[in-house]
Every structure is written in structure tokens, then in C-alpha cells.
């Protein structure tokens, strides 16, 4: 069984930084592509930032410049730097990976189970 855990949300200052932590463990074979999306209240989910397995990274406009995504293949582990922040980043945000859980599996999602940011003064 598949499990991605989160930390490092919780309330910060506008213009402050977060670092999020996801990482990945249980039956796992392989994982291709890891990202981070948001949720705030009364919208859609959104891809904040995506990095596959290589290191090459997508990011929405809205984080450009501000978020980094990066990723620690060895232990199964992304993360999310985000400096500068807005009280519009104020959101749930969730971890998701393509994991193939053994070798006769191909890859699937996988959520975590979200963790709150809030920017606020």
C-alpha cells in the first residue's frame, strides 16, 4: 500500500517563506513524476508545480519566480519552497506522484492527504 505524508504547512506573514515536505513510501517500484496543487475554498484544484523523475519542472504563472519544486530521488521525497508568499496562496495543498507499486503494475495518482497554508496578517 502506496502512502504519501505531508508537512511544513501552518500560518505564515504575507512575504514569508514555507518549505513543504511530501514524501512517499510503502510498495513502491518506481515513481515518475511528483508535484504539489492547491485547493482554496470555493475553487478548483490547481497544479502549483510538477517535477519529473529527471528534474525538469512546470510551474503555474501565479508561483513563478517564487515557488521551487525540487525532489530527492533516494528518499522517495518532494518538496516545495515557497518564498514570498501571498494571502492568495492561502490554500489546502496536495502532494501527488505517479507510482508504480511493483513491476506488473503500471503507474497510477497518488494523493496525500493535504496540508493547510495560510497567508494572513
Known amino acids: 500500500q502506496v502512502q504519501l505524508v505531508e508537512s511544513g504547512g501552518g500560518l505564515v506573514q504575507p512575504g514569508g517563506s514555507l518549505r513543504l515536505s511530501c514524501a512517499a513510501s510503502?510498495?513502491?517500484?518506481?515513481?515518475?513524476?511528483m508535484g504539489w496543487y492547491r485547493q482554496a475554498p470555493g475553487k478548483e484544484r490547481e497544479l502549483v508545480a510538477r517535477?519529473?523523475?529527471?528534474?525538469?519542472?512546470n510551474y503555474a504563472d501565479s508561483v513563478k519566480g517564487r515557488f521551487t519544486i525540487s525532489r530527492d530521488n533516494a528518499k522517495n521525497t518532494v518538496y516545495l519552497q515557497m518564498n514570498s508568499l501571498k494571502p492568495e496562496d492561502t490554500a489546502v495543498y496536495y502532494c501527488?506522484?505517479?507510482?508504480?507499486?511493483?513491476?506488473?503494475?503500471?503507474?497510477?495518482?497518488?494523493w496525500g492527504q493535504g496540508t493547510q497554508v495560510t497567508v494572513s496578517s
Open positions: 517535477i519529473t523523475r529527471g528534474g525538469s519542472t
Open positions: 501527488n506522484a505517479q507510482i508504480a507499486p511493483s513491476y506488473a503494475q503500471p503507474l497510477d495518482d497518488y
Open positions: 510503502g510498495s513502491i517500484f518506481s515513481i515518475n513524476a
